[in-house]
């Protein structure tokens, strides 16, 4: 059955709410404005502007609101939705993987993978584990430092050096952090065996096929069992885990290259990243800048302005 997918403004999503108020849904997916049901034809409109039309009407409906966007999206697909995963998902045992740091100017890139077995989901529960976003760091590196032994997992760190070196070559952020999962669960199998999880659930960050393309030249898991969504943390603990452990270590890290720096960095990408940049490029030339940031930042450009003001 074919599912059209339409992109509306807020305003035309209302107008469309409007329409079908006597058909609204009690109900709706979460990230939704309105769901509404035909006696063909269910439509879910979301805040990002995408209007799902799903039913053997939905052609004639989504026709309604103007042309419709050519690709007709498959009925069933595992990527970024939730809905399509196994019954009791969260109860399974599953390897889940994140990353962090991706978008910090200064900093490194870490991807944890982590083994959730079924019979630990009450212990990590106990710890504290749950999605680190609610979390302070010293929260995070607390639960962290207990759930190490605990969990088996695998950390890759991509230094800046590297991160920087790959960008210029013209890898994507995309692709280097495909690669990192893929190594990363890669290992816990490894670390694991002959024990298989029930599932792979990896924090999404592309699309599912996306993902596949940037792995294909390497060893890489079966797909079968691989699932993305969004918000992975909420769904596994795995994933909670996973997004706990790799923060932990992106802190730590952090505080070397405070350490190297000789103040304390800032996190995140903005004003007072460059700030801090053109202190360092002050303090220690711009040759070391490589080390300590992802270069194509546009931050680095404003640290260079700064620094040029300040010495005028
Ligand atoms: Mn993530």
């Known amino acids: 059955m074919a599912n059209v997918v339409l992109n509306r403004s807020m305003n035309e999503i209302v ?30 409109a979301y805040k990002s502007g995408k209007v799902l039309f ?14 419709a966007a050519p690709k007709a999206v498959p009925a069933k697909t595992k990527a970024g939705s939730n809905g399509n995963l196994p019954a009791g998902f969260s109860q399974l045992s599953v390897i889940g993987s994140d990353e962090v740091g991706t978008g910090d100017f200064f900093g490194p890139i870490t991807v944890v993978a982590a083994y959730v077995r079924k019979e630990d989901i009450p212990l990590l529960k106990e710890l504290g584990v749950r999605d680190s976003k609610d979390l302070n760091d010293e929260k ?35 692709k280097m952090k495909a ?10 199998l490894e670390k694991i065996s002959p024990v298989k999880p029930d599932a792979i659930l990896i924090d ?20 079968e069992n691989v699932y993305f969504s969004t918000k992975a943390e909420g769904l596994h603990l795995a994933v909670a885990a996973a997004s706990i452990l790799a923060r932990y270590a992106f802190v730590q890290y952090f505080d070397k290259l405070s350490e190297a720096a000789g103040f304390r960095i800032p996190k995140g990408a903005g004003a007072q990243v460059d700030e801090a940049a053109a202190k360092l490029i002050l303090k220690k030339g711009r040759d070391v800048l490589p080390q300590f940031v992802k270069l194509h930042f546009a931050n680095t450009e404003k640290a260079v302005k700064l620094v040029n003001k300040k010495r005028g």
């Open 15 to 44: 107008e469309m709410k409007n329409y079908y108020s006597g058909k609204l849904q009690d109900k709706t997916p979460p990230g939704s404005v309105f769901a509404a049901k035909t006696s063909n034809c269910t439509i879910t």
């Open 204 to 223: 999404q960050f592309v699309q599912e096929s996306t993902y596949f393309q940037h792995v294909k030249n390497q060893k890489a898991v079966a797909r």
């Open 54 to 67: 799903q039913g053997s009407g939905s052609e004639a409906e989504a026709g309604r609101w103007g042309q």
């Open 179 to 188: 690669l990192l999962h893929n190594q990363a669960i890669l290992k816990v």
């Open 140 to 174: 995070i590196i607390a639960i962290a430092k207990v759930i190490k032994d605990v969990v088996p997992f695998s950390l890759m760190t991509l230094k800046n050096e590297k991160y920087n070196q790959l960008q210029a070559s013209g890898m994507s952020q995309g």
